[in-house]
């Protein structure tokens, strides 16, 4: 299954016209209809979308739901939802991808995720909207578009502002479609996903025989909310909020774990596992270990033999 995670990527691939801009795009339906593919298999891309379908034929699918209905539906997309599309050349509406970068680079979208927690949810909920709420919509999408394509500088100060506004509209109809206790169900497993796959990732880049890339920082928290696509910050407190530690403290905790094994249970020298732990430097693997153990490495492997 390919992922996408560049808007130049995606537009390649499904067909559309290139994006003005390398983290945000907006694009109404109709003008993808002429070059779109109009039947794309199951993939991911590391974007949140929000669209607002008037009218089209064929089905869209995302994550286990079976197809949007038909008339007036507002769906959104979280990154890596599995999706896929067989749809008729005559969709109408609007649709605007945002990347990570794109919401880290304005402080109007601090805390994003845990204003809009809907956004945590790896499944599309679809919102039927009535007559009056599509002209509302509209007049958003088009004010977007209209600022996007535009030459102001400060365009991206509406368009956020305009974004803002739509993930308001989306979070009334999900607060008023799905209930308090089942939304938080949902954002809790979400949360605990999310919290699963950063150990996951710690685990499998500090096994002995993965292939080492020392570019890469393995003790830093924002290696891994980078690969899962989320703001460091909100790692931070999803590991907080369930195991009581921060993310920082986890990969020390791992690597404790990891250093007591390597220091007792084999013939390494304390700078193989130095190495081994991604450390660039005996001497940080030293001072890391007794900082948090009051003990040095070699004292430590002396007393667990006597």
Not at 167 to 186: C, M
Not at 213 to 218: G, R, V
Not at 266 to 294: G, M, R, V
Request: glycine letters at 2%.
């Amino acid at each position: 299954m390919k992922n996408f995670k560049t808007l130049k990527e995606y537009s390649e691939a499904t067909g559309i016209p290139l994006a003005k801009h390398e983290h945000f795009v907006v694009r109404s339906f109709q003008e993808n209809m002429p070059t779109v593919v109009h039947k794309m298999p199951a993939f991911r891309h590391a974007f949140y979308a929000i669209a607002l379908k008037i009218n089209g034929e064929g089905k869209a699918l995302a994550s286990h739901y079976s197809e949007f209905p038909n008339g007036s539906v507002v769906f959104f997309n979280s990154p890596f939802q599995i999706l896929s599309w067989d749809i008729a050349p005559n969709w109408e509406g609007y649709y605007i991808l945002m990347t990570r970068d794109f919401i880290a680079q304005s402080h109007h979208f601090k805390d994003f995720l845990e204003i809009f927690p809907f956004l945590k949810i790896d499944k599309a909920i679809p919102f039927q909207v009535d007559e009056q709420e599509t002209k509302t919509l509209l007049n958003i999408y088009e004010k977007i578009n209209h600022e996007y394509h535009s030459d102001k500088a400060d365009k991206f100060d509406f368009i956020t502002t305009y974004v803002l506004l739509l993930l308001n509209h989306v979070k009334r109809y999900f607060d008023q479609e799905v209930s308090k206790e089942t939304a938080n169900q949902i954002i809790k497993t979400a949360d605990l996903k999310l919290l699963s796959r950063y150990q996951e990732l710690i685990e499998v880049h500090f096994r002995e025989d993965n292939e080492w890339d020392y570019s890469k920082n393995l003790h830093s928290p924002s290696f891994y909310a980078d690969i899962l696509n989320v703001h460091p910050n909100h790692l931070n407190a999803i590991v907080k909020n369930n195991l009581g530690i921060t993310a920082l403290q986890y990969i020390h905790k791992h690597l404790l774990h990891l250093a007591k094994s390597y220091l007792t249970q084999t013939n390494l020298s304390i700078k193989e596992i130095a190495y081994q732990l991604q450390f660039d430097s005996p001497n940080n693997f030293n001072n890391f270990f007794k900082k948090h153990t009051q003990n040095t490495p070699g004292r430590y492997r002396k007393s667990a033999h006597i």
